[in-house]
């Protein structure tokens, strides 16, 4: 890790251990450039922590160490963030049909619950054939947003199939807004971005690039996050400590412990994106990589988007991170789960 980088990670507000700063594993060099000179990526940036500290940074190829990318589906673990702290305070309810406050959502439809569209089994389709919510105008708001997934009929019968990348996340948007009088911007900014001095992460909507923050009334809540490899690393070391940053509770732990609960075990899948490879099981707003055995317990969960940008959180080791990076996922993805699994088998072979 190189001077000037080691100087921006510290202003970002990472602590970085003198004692293993660049000690990453044997091999995860070489992995990483593969991921550009083999899988095609321009360049990948690699954070790795633990306890809040960031053991090692790696930059392969062509990346600025202050990169600002569009994170694509690793937005959709900030979002069910967001919402959870409106979980927290009572506001909504996991398990509330949804028609109670949304009127608009009627029948079946007005059954769903917020639990489901945070887990894509709320029957409203999948990101396939249409990519309904982010053909939406982002200049709308996020009621009118839900209000047009309302007019759709139900592709499925709530809760019982699971469709990744529908347009459900617009809902959930609508209903913490509502909640709470604020927009969501406004709300990230207050609750998660500010208290966590992501100072370089806004949202929008990743096919309205040419569109300014302020003029996005309707951000994508699925794949609309812009941010930077810091950024995205304070955001996972408040989940990695159970929903605290720097002594502030973000998150309570039982909100953290939710969205790391496998939600779809016997849901149909039946449509899982490109580069999800043998991963086939949802949480909230993210993927369980792994389950305790015996239980529904995620053990190690990440959020991996299109575009590349792969961030990880192993519970059993402490370990977390995330490649950041810009390139087609499944083009990129083996080398990345090779390379998580490298940094995790080093980790287990130093505290044996």
Request: hydrophobic share 45%; charged share 20%.
């Amino acid at each position: 890790m190189t001077r000037s980088i080691v100087a921006a990670t510290i202003a970002a507000g990472l602590t970085v251990s003198a004692a293993l700063a660049e000690s990453p594993p044997p091999g995860l060099a070489a992995k990483l450039r593969q991921v550009v000179s083999r899988d095609g990526a321009p360049g990948v940036t690699a954070l790795v922590l633990k306890n809040g500290r960031l053991l090692y940074r790696l930059d392969e190829g062509a990346i600025a160490p202050d990169a600002r990318l569009a994170v694509a589906s690793a937005s959709k673990w900030m979002t069910a963030s967001l919402v959870m702290t409106v979980v927290d305070e009572g506001k909504l309810k996991l398990d509330e049909p949804i028609g109670k406050l949304l009127p608009q959502f009627t029948g079946r439809a007005g059954q769903i619950t917020l639990r489901e569209l945070l887990s894509f089994t709320a029957g409203q389709g999948g990101l396939k054939p249409d990519m309904f919510d982010l053909r939406q105008d982002p200049r709308i708001s996020l009621a009118e947003a839900a209000a047009q997934v309302a007019a759709r009929p139900l592709v499925d019968e709530p809760g019982t199939t699971f469709r990744y990348g529908g347009p459900s996340m617009q809902v959930a948007g609508a209903l913490v807004e509502q909640a709470t009088g604020k927009s969501w911007a406004t709300l990230f900014q207050e609750r998660i971005a500010g208290p966590l001095g992501m100072t370089h992460t806004y949202w929008a909507n990743p096919l309205n690039p040419e569109l300014k923050p302020a003029a996005v009334h309707n951000p994508n809540l699925q794949a609309g996050v812009y941010t930077t490899a810091e950024d995205y690393a304070k955001f996972l070391t408040m989940l990695a400590a159970g929903g605290v940053y720097r002594g502030k509770r973000i998150l309570s732990a039982e909100a953290v412990d939710r969205m790391e609960t496998w939600q779809t075990r016997g849901r149909r899948m039946a449509y899982l994106p490109p580069g999800a490879g043998d991963i086939d099981k949802y949480a909230l707003g993210n993927w369980c990589d792994a389950v305790e055995s015996g239980s529904d317990r995620c053990w190690l969960v990440s959020s991996p988007g299109a575009f590349g940008t792969f961030p990880w959180i192993d519970r059993r080791s402490g370990l977390y991170g995330v490649f950041f990076l810009k390139y087609r996922l499944p083009e990129v993805v083996g080398d990345l789960r090779a390379a998580r699994d490298m940094i995790i088998a080093a980790d287990q072979e130093t505290t044996r």
